[in-house]
């Protein structure tokens, strides 16, 4: 257990708060106070294994602990009375860490209060704070989510073979196709994308055996993604494939955004750095299918949207909606 109170942050630990943004790049962390807020941050590149049961909350405690130790020695908060747990994939594998993780923080930490949140709430939060609207998060793979303050709802994010449409990886994916259509003389292919394929991938024959196999296909997958972006400008083909990634976006985001009002509406992710033959089509695709919402800059990411949390709820002030796939709050005695 983290050490037993004294030090500079004695008076600080009944509104400390620790929040944890858990995805696949590995583990984000920071420490702080609602009154001062963040004090301190660590890292682990050591993404949380998911299992048979879903997402281990014992691997996330074994990556959290040795953070959340040193954290507490930077900033004298030994026993922070509240966290948040945002995590990829939480809404369709969380079963395990929602019914384990909360009593392991508090016999580790002192944990009171735990939210578990999926990262595309923390997402949310962090890019727009609470306020009705839609998040579009984009990286390898893609969700929209979108709020009026009374419930959440979801659309995609169903991973790399069942949907992220519009996705780095859907992307990526869109792109090689193209490559195999001109390696096969079919219609539709692309002798600019296909040489892009040979020289980061090698001979397109040995291509399936080199991707089917691996462990991280969407993270591959992704990777060609800004090959794609960078033909689109000269060749047709990878232009549509960016044109068709804007439009299932939009169609996302349409089907999430609170009808009425001016909802906001921010882009976050990686994604969005493959610039304007991205952002172009897509930002026509919004204007046409949610003309109502206003276009915002993200204000923060997921980390911030986690520290958001957790300080509203250490000053019970969090007016989210509860919901338990997205985002669900166990309080201990």
Known sequence: MIGSGGGPGRDDDRDGILAVDSGGSGLRVALGTAARGVLARRSSPVPVRTGARGIDPDHLLEQLTPLVRALSAETGISRPATAVVGAAGLGTLGDALRARLPGALAREFGVRTTALAADAVTAYVGALGPRPGVVVAAGTGLIAVGTDLTAWQRADGWGHLLGDCGSGAWIGRAGLEAALRAYDGRPGGSA??????????????????????????????????????????????????????????????????????????????????????????????????????????????????????????????????????????????
């Open 192 to 333: 600019v994308l296909l040489a892009r394929a040979e020289e980061r991938f090698g001979p397109m024959s040995g291509l399936p055996g080199r991707l089917y196999p691996r462990p991280d296909r969407p993270a591959v997958l992704a990777a060609f993604a800004p090959q794609v972006a960078a033909c689109a400008r000269d060749d047709l083909v990878a232009a549509g494939i960016l044109r068709a990634a804007a439009r299932h976006m939009a169609e996302s985001a349409e089907a999430v955004c609170p009808a009425g009002g001016e909802p906001r509406l921010a882009l976050t992710g990686g994604l969005f750095r493959l610039g304007d033959p991205l952002l172009v089509p897509l930002e026509e695709e919004l204007a046409r299918r949610v003309p109502h919402a206003l276009r915002v800059p993200p204000e923060g990411g997921p980390l911030d949207g986690a520290l958001r949390i957790a300080a509203a709820l250490s000053t019970d002030t969090l007016t989210l909606p509860g919901e338990e796939t997205l985002l669900s709050v166990k309080r201990l005695n």
